[in-house]
């Protein structure tokens, strides 16, 4: 390869390479500077491409540089990699004039060669042209700001749960077990009780008479609890702890109304989400905010749930089938499947409750709670495409659809304790 004066180079192809696009780039991205790759035929050998070089800035101007670059060229695909966060405002700003593909680098980790950033853009720009890689989702603005707000609201949860952490560890310093007896140290009890503490009291009696609802039945415990050295420095510290839970508990109520008011479009969605086993209204948005509530960016329920990373892996080579490990896939969605497939399988007559009883018996608890957030995702693609309720097939399923292995199997326990049975027909 021959790199010109104004960075033109030209590179030589074998002609029998298929080709879907004859004029593609290729985008390497950085947090300053980008590389882009210009592959077209060309003009003068047949059977060779041209591949044209160039060096952008990611500021506004230099971006906008870059699309009026790319458009002289008249290229048919761009390929760009999801960077970090850098590829956002590029793609943002080129997609309403161009024909975009962003790729994920972990799919192009293991074909890819020389590794400079204008090797890596004309890797691009030849991968996109013959139909190597295939294109991320990237939803509508609308999406992606509800996206944000979801996602905000998740980490400010976590965050409020840390301060509760903190504050149960300043208790534990001060030789009182009120967390053993009450579940919610910032509930109505907890907060009643520490608001006596740090106003001066210290009578574990009196303290435990503040204990409202359910509660009033730990009092004798919560006497033995309270027993224990809380000092004015403690007091300062819970005041502090419970502030911060107050900040958070107020960012959270804020962005639940902002939420709601971007979900007005979503009602029917969200009520059909509902009907499925374990997801909650806030799942149920968090779902349409990563899938954008439609599913025709999924084939079938088979991709989406390959897109989260519900599914095994495929690990088979000279003919050997290894255990496949999950996919990272789409971690916002897998934590919420996750939490709603530990609420479904609590649920005794449902469907999935049998399901993770059959899995987790051959296979273990931990894939057993894989297959159920695996159907989960099956059902969550069927409410959403068939704009329909959930139907829960029933425990007593499998054993509907195959009477005479349920009856095997009863015989082999009967046989394991020394006895036999025989079925009548009621």
């Not at 309403?96 to 994920?104: A, D, F, I, R, T």
């Not at 972990?106 to 204008?118: F, V």
């Not at 009196?206 to 039945?217: C, E, F, I, N, Y």
């Amino acid at each position: 390869m021959v790199i010109g004066s104004k960075g033109a180079a030209l590179g030589r192809q074998d002609v029998k390479d298929e080709v879907i696009y004859l004029r593609a780039a290729g985008l390497d991205l950085g947090k300053r500077f980008l590389v882009a790759c210009v592959r077209v035929p060309n003009p003068r050998r047949h059977g060779t491409w041209s591949l044209e070089t160039e060096r952008f800035g990611t500021t506004p101007v230099e971006v906008r540089r870059l699309l009026a670059w790319l458009v002289e060229h008249r290229v048919e695909i761009v390929v760009m990699e999801a960077t970090s966060d850098y590829w956002r405002f590029v793609y943002y700003t080129l997609q309403e004039s161009l024909n975009l593909m962003l790729v994920n680098p972990a799919h192009l980790r293991g074909i890819r060669g020389r590794k400079t950033d204008p090797s890596d853009a004309a890797f691009l720009a030849r991968a996109g042209a013959s139909g190597m890689v295939m294109a991320s989702l990237v939803p509508g603005r609308a999406i992606r700001e509800l996206r944000d707000l979801t996602r905000r609201r998740t980490e400010v949860a976590v965050a409020r749960g840390q301060e509760a952490q903190r504050l149960e560890k300043e208790l534990e310093d001060t030789g009182m077990k009120l967390t053993s007896v009450i579940t919610d140290v910032t509930g109505t009890t907890g907060r009643r009780i520490l608001g006596a503490l740090i106003d001066g009291e210290r009578d574990p009696a009196t303290l435990a008479d503040l204990a409202v609802g359910v509660a009033r039945q730990k009092v004798p415990a919560l006497v033995e609890a309270l027993d224990g050295t809380f000092t004015d420095h403690h007091a300062w510290m819970c005041r502090h702890y419970l502030d911060q839970i107050d900040h958070w508990n107020t960012l959270a109520a804020a962005l639940d109304e902002r939420i709601a008011s971007f979900m007005t479009d979503h009602d029917q969605d969200l009520t059909n989400l509902d009907t499925i086993p374990g997801i909650s209204r806030k799942a149920a948005e968090i779902i349409i905010a990563e899938t954008g509530g439609d599913m025709t960016a999924f084939a079938t329920a088979g991709h989406l749930a390959s897109w989260i990373g519900v599914c095994p892996g495929m690990n088979e080579s000279a003919g050997v089938v290894r255990s496949g490990q999950t996919r990272d896939g789409n971690g916002n969605l897998k934590r919420v499947l996750g939490v709603a497939a530990m609420a479904a399988v609590r649920q005794k007559n449902s469907y999935y409750g049998a399901f993770y009883r059959r899995i987790a018996t051959r296979r273990g608890k931990q894939r057993a709670l894989v297959a159920v957030m695996h159907k989960l995702t099956v059902a969550i693609w069927h409410v959403l495409h068939d704009r329909t309720g959930h139907k829960d097939l029933g425990a007593d399923y499998h054993t509907r659809k195959n009477p005479q292995r349920a009856m095997r199997r009863m015989i082999r326990e009967a046989n394991a304790l020394g006895l036999t049975i025989r079925f009548d027909p009621a």
